[in-house]
């Protein structure tokens, strides 16, 4: 077993090494759940047999220690009663290769569970969602609001609420489904989005907003223009550019499905969002590689809900909800 064990391992370690180096592309929930999988066999064999293995040996050692020492007791000799402790307390020692894994169990699977069902922390790598969210914000995502999903398959098996517009929704890239993406929801299903000339328009119907002082970007260095939006029933900050046109060339645009639903021009872009569809966009709007570019985004790519900022080492006053 101790062969096999660092087999195991080894594979373990060798796939979290490639990985990291970029020759693989990696999946955590698929890592997880096979660590999940493989130290709960372990978890069970150390239950089952080999615990119960070295509790037998243990109780025999007693049993004839006690036998020899009543012996040697008729004979007059004192024996050493904390030679008996220290043999049982190594024989029922468990092994470094069931240390592990079937120790590691508990604490790999109540991660995989929270992970998986309840929330999942993030890190935000780019500036797309600022002024809402900051480069180095560590949020929170709810799993369970958008329904409850397998792990690794992320297939829904139980309903939960709808998307709306304004809610801040992590999601897998849809063209690298292994890449999670976080922005937010614009358009639901059978909305008519208009980004043109830099303002939102859903459905005919102008999306409310009103001008705030400049937003000076630590990262970029810059102020921009900042106005106060509201989506559905969330409002929320957003920033534009002003040196940056609100067209797009060809050679920006993607080719997504559904992309004859979306009409480009130099004025910005028109689409009409298909069922079981969303459609989304950074609050940094002219720095944010979103639906604009690669479409949209199929529930089956949803991971959830962001909305909490549990730490910024950088700034703990980001720390707290937010829309």
């Not at 709960?40 to 239950?47: D, H, I, N, S, V």
């Not at 139980?158 to 929801?185: L, T, W």
């Not at 008519?192 to 002082?213: C, D, F, H, S, W």
Request: glycine share 8%; hydrophobic share 45%; proline share 6%.
């Amino acid at each position: 077993m101790q062969i096999l064990t660092s087999m195991v391992l080894a594979a373990f370690a060798g796939y979290i090494g490639a990985w990291y180096f970029g020759a693989i592309e990696g999946n955590f929930a698929l890592l997880l759940f096979l660590a999940s999988v493989v130290t709960g066999l372990y978890w069970l064999a150390e239950r089952f047999h080999f615990l119960p293995q070295r509790q037998a040996a243990a109780a025999r050692l007693e049993a004839e220690t006690l036998h020899r020492r009543a012996e040697l007791e008729k004979l007059g000799v004192k024996a050493d009663e904390a030679d008996l402790g220290q043999a049982k307390e190594k024989l029922l020692m468990q092994p470094w290769w069931l240390d592990w894994t079937a120790g590691l169990f508990p604490v790999i699977v109540v991660v995989f569970l929270l992970r998986s069902f309840l929330f999942e922390p993030f890190k935000i790598p780019s500036g797309s969602m600022t002024p809402t969210l900051l480069v180095g914000d560590l949020i929170l995502v709810n799993k369970y609001y958008y329904g409850i999903r397998l792990p690794v398959l992320n297939t829904k098996i139980i309903e939960g609420h709808k998307p709306q517009r304004g809610d801040v929704m992590v999601f897998r890239y849809p063209p690298r489904p292994s890449q999670d993406y976080i922005k937010r929801v614009v358009g639901v299903p059978g909305d008519e989005v208009a980004y043109l000339n830099k303002r939102l328009t859903i459905n005919g119907q102008p999306v409310a907003y009103g001008e705030m002082p400049e937003y000076f970007d630590e990262d970029a260095m810059r102020y921009f223009k900042q106005y106060a939006e509201t989506l559905g029933e969330v409002p929320h900050r957003m920033i534009v550019d002003g040196e940056r046109r609100g067209g797009f060339s060809e050679a920006e645009i993607g080719d997504f499905p559904y992309r004859q639903s979306c009409r480009y021009s130099v004025e910005g872009v028109v689409c009409k969002v298909p069922e079981g569809h969303y459609f989304m966009m950074g609050d940094n709007r002219d720095n944010s590689l979103d639906s604009r570019y690669w479409g949209f985004v199929p529930d089956q790519n949803i991971v959830g809900k962001a909305f909490f900022v549990w730490m910024n080492f950088g700034n703990l006053k980001r720390i707290g909800p937010f829309n």
